[in-house]
């Protein structure tokens, strides 16, 4: 159980344009979502949390206009990459998270495998 | 502010040997701690968690943590180490405020020689 899947695996695009990034959790419902971007040999560095049927909050220095969250139901969320740049190449990971703050395995993150992106 | 060290950068072990990797947190409360495990191009894979309760929790693949609440530490331990063991090991702290967010340490990177 848990297991939440992202959509694509890698993608390679053209400086310029936009990027969706798909996370699913497959069986359950997930009251929030979050999106990390992790760099070559470093750590995962929290972007934005998403909730269902609400806008995302999003991390200091985190451009919001950049990076489109979008959490439409309880088990899809998606990141928007507008415009991408080289620099947006990265691993982007979503989690998602069981239940309602407060509850103990509601506190369990459950990660997808990651998108890698590659702009040109 | 909340913060998580991850001493060891890299280790290095022989398979069978035993295995441990150092986690410190600062956390004014009681945290909630992760131990997750990386394989290369991956997502994170949840080892183990400590809510409340026993310190000592029992995770997947032969993995145990211990809390010390007086050292502020959550170690992560295997008495035998497996060659694919081989990954990068992060520890976690999720602390209350908003929704609950994870603040993962940098991580350690662990190889395994035969």
């Known amino acids: 159980g848990a297991v939440v899947s992202q959509h694509p695996s890698r993608v390679i695009c053209k400086s310029g344009t936009s990027v969706k990034i798909e996370c699913r959790s497959l069986?359950?419902?997930?009251?929030?979502m979050f999106w990390y971007r992790q760099f070559p040999k470093q750590s995962l560095m929290l972007m934005a949390t998403s909730n269902e049927g609400s806008k995302a909050t999003y991390e200091q220095g985190v451009e919001k206009d950049k990076f489109l969250i979008n959490h439409a139901s309880l088990t899809l969320s998606t990141l928007t990459v507008t415009s991408a740049h080289p620099e947006d190449s990265s691993f982007y990971i979503c989690s998602a998270r069981i239940g309602l703050a407060g509850d103990h395995m509601g506190e369990t993150q459950y990660f997808g495998p990651g998108t890698r992106l590659l702009v040109l | 502010a909340q913060s998580v060290t991850q001493p060891d950068i890299h280790i290095t072990v022989s398979e069978g040997a035993s295995l441990e990797l150092r986690c410190n947190y600062s956390?004014?409360?009681?945290?909630?701690l992760f131990w997750y495990v990386q394989s290369p191009g991956q997502g994170l894979q949840l080892l183990l968690k400590y809510f409340s309760g026993d310190t000592l929790v029992q995770g997947i693949k032969g993995f145990e943590a211990e809390f010390k609440r007086s050292q502020s530490s959550f170690n992560l331990r295997k008495p035998s180490v497996h060659w694919s063991d081989a990954a990068e090991y992060f520890c976690a702290v999720g602390y209350s405020g908003g929704y609950n967010k994870l603040i993962f340490g940098a991580g350690t990177r662990l190889a395994v020689h035969p």
């Open positions: 069986d359950f419902q997930a009251t929030t």
């Open positions: 956390y004014g409360a009681t945290p909630y």
